[in-house]
């Protein structure tokens, strides 16, 4: 009988391998709310480019979370949407099916406040230009500040360890939006032993900086960079999925797909479902180089409709960058040379590449250098965009 592939490319692993100090981290803060029914402390932030797991690990937590018995409220921003109608719609939703909706009063406040940020959304909910400050409602943060308070305390009082929001894509929320949660989180702060709650948010590399122009205290949040796999977990996750079905990996083929994947958790989903379906294995087989190689049309043709995607976004002052870049022939690469490519001073480059940063198509790695977020993106322009 075949077996199904066990690699999810693009979707939430069925096998979590790795980020064992960062579920550590988390699980800490998850401890201080249910030992002692307080905040967790400042809002946690996981900030990385795309494809290396924030959203795995926020999902992990919420697991790990309701085994607790934390009630859990999701909020998944979207570019140009209003992230506290959502946040209050998903905090609502979770009290309904914990049943702890039941207390008319805390009900009451939740429908209000619903209600109140459907209304200062209108006026509130914008784009800012980069380095200007909110102008945020008051009103909308003590409608936040008491939302989360009534929810989080109706939730202990049942019995449950208290509530657990998680923003996901926290750098596509409209700025002022952002100013509002991070100031009602700091007013909950000051009453931190009535408030058993923890925000836990992800976004892009771009994000860390957004939440410090939002609010000058919003510094004080809790920063979790998320890198690339090592070698040692690359192996992992391709190895651990495939050994629950009976399925082992030869050795030379499992160096060519960490070789192919850098480190990177989506391209080793991919790389080990390419190959999967190519060697279509039953339980007892072994995994060779000539699957893996079978698999490589399917494995390229989608990293190159990404690196498609990321280049057609671009600019052209952008293109000239990532063409800068690429023509370069190594994984990092030094500013200087970008902009001697360019044929422009250093300085000059400083806007095209936070644009770039921002949107997570490149990344620093090393004062003065750069790189790829994703693997194999430099050869793609190279060939076909420089050729």
Same mark, same amino acid.
């Given at each position: 009988?075949?077996?199904?592939?066990?690699?999810?490319?693009?979707?939430? %692993?069925?096998?979590?391998?790795?980020?064992?100090?960062?579920?550590?981290?988390?699980? *800490?803060?998850?401890?201080?709310?249910?030992?002692?029914?307080?905040?967790?402390?400042?809002?946690?932030?996981?900030?990385? =480019?795309?494809?290396?797991?924030?959203?795995?690990?926020?999902?992990?937590?919420? *697991?790990?979370?309701?085994?607790?018995?934390?009630?859990?409220?999701?909020?998944?921003?979207?570019?140009?949407?209003?992230?506290?109608?959502?946040?209050?719609?998903?905090?609502?939703?979770?009290?309904?099916?914990?049943?702890?909706?039941?207390?008319?009063?805390?009900?009451?406040?939740?429908?209000?406040?619903?209600?109140?940020?459907?209304?200062?959304?209108?006026? $509130?909910?914008?784009? $800012?230009?980069?380095?200007?400050?909110?102008?945020?409602?008051?009103?909308?943060?003590?409608?936040?500040?008491?939302?989360?308070?009534?929810?989080?305390?109706?939730?202990?009082?049942?019995?449950?360890?208290?509530?657990?929001?998680?923003?996901?894509?926290?750098?596509?929320?409209?700025?002022?939006?952002?100013?509002?949660?991070?100031?009602?989180?700091?007013?909950?702060?000051?009453?931190?032993?009535?408030?058993?709650?923890?925000?836990?948010?992800?976004?892009?590399?771009?994000?860390?900086?957004?939440?410090?122009?939002?609010?000058?205290?919003?510094?004080?949040?809790?920063?979790?960079?998320?890198?690339?796999?090592?070698?040692?977990?690359?192996?992992?996750?391709?190895?651990?999925?495939?050994?629950?079905?009976?399925?082992?990996?030869?050795?030379?083929?499992?160096?060519?797909?960490? *070789?192919?994947?850098?480190?990177? =958790?989506?391209?080793?989903?991919?790389?080990?479902?390419?190959?999967?379906?190519?060697?279509?294995?039953?339980?007892?087989?072994?995994?060779?180089?000539?699957?893996?190689?079978?698999?490589?049309?399917?494995?390229?043709?989608?990293?190159?409709? !990404?690196?498609?995607?990321?280049?057609?976004?671009?600019? *052209?002052?952008?293109?000239? $960058?990532?063409?800068?870049?690429?023509?370069?022939?190594?994984?990092?690469? %030094?500013?200087?040379?970008?902009?001697?490519?360019?044929?422009?001073?250093?300085?000059?480059?400083?806007?095209?590449?936070?644009?770039?940063?921002?949107?997570?198509?490149?990344?620093?790695?090393?004062?003065?250098?750069?790189?790829?977020?994703?693997?194999? !993106?430099?050869?793609?322009?190279?060939?076909?965009?420089?050729?």
């Amino acid at each position: 009988m075949l077996i199904p592939s066990p690699f999810t490319p693009g979707d939430l %692993p069925r096998v979590l391998v790795g980020r064992a100090a960062e579920r550590r981290r988390l699980a *800490d803060l998850l401890a201080r709310v249910t030992a002692y029914g307080e905040l967790a402390g400042p809002p946690v932030v996981l900030h990385a =480019p795309r494809g290396l797991g924030k959203t795995t690990l926020l999902r992990d937590t919420e *697991d790990r979370a309701r085994e607790l018995g934390f009630v859990t409220a999701w909020v998944a921003c979207a570019k140009g949407s209003p992230m506290l109608t959502e946040l209050a719609a998903s905090v609502r939703r979770a009290l309904i099916d914990a049943e702890v909706l039941d207390d008319r009063s805390t009900k009451r406040v939740l429908d209000t406040i619903s209600v109140e940020f459907a209304i200062f959304g209108v006026g $509130f909910s914008t784009e $800012f230009a980069r380095g200007a400050a909110p102008e945020v409602p008051t009103g909308a943060i003590s409608s936040l500040e008491r939302m989360l308070h009534e929810a989080a305390a109706a939730i202990r009082a049942r019995g449950g360890a208290g509530l657990l929001v998680l923003i996901d894509e926290l750098h596509a929320a409209p700025y002022a939006e952002v100013g509002v949660l991070l100031n009602a989180m700091q007013n909950l702060a000051g009453r931190r032993a009535e408030n058993p709650l923890a925000l836990m948010t992800a976004g892009l590399p771009s994000t860390p900086e957004m939440i410090m122009r939002a609010a000058t205290f919003g510094e004080r949040s809790e920063f979790i960079g998320i890198d690339r796999f090592d070698d040692a977990d690359s192996r992992r996750v391709l190895e651990e999925p495939a050994q629950e079905e009976g399925v082992g990996w030869a050795a030379d083929a499992i160096s060519a797909g960490l *070789d192919i994947a850098d480190g990177n =958790p989506y391209l080793l989903q991919l790389v080990g479902d390419s190959t999967w379906q190519a060697a279509a294995p039953r339980t007892g087989d072994t995994i060779e180089l000539d699957d893996l190689h079978a698999g490589e049309d399917r494995m390229r043709g989608q990293l190159a409709a !990404m690196c498609r995607a990321r280049w057609d976004s671009a600019s *052209d002052l952008e293109q000239a $960058f990532l063409g800068a870049m690429a023509d370069y022939g190594e994984e990092i690469v %030094p500013r200087e040379h970008i902009a001697t490519t360019m044929g422009r001073e250093s300085r000059a480059i400083s806007v095209p590449r936070a644009r770039l940063i921002d949107r997570g198509v490149i990344e620093a790695a090393g004062r003065g250098r750069l790189r790829f977020t994703l693997p194999g !993106m430099g050869a793609w322009i190279r060939e076909h965009q420089r050729g």
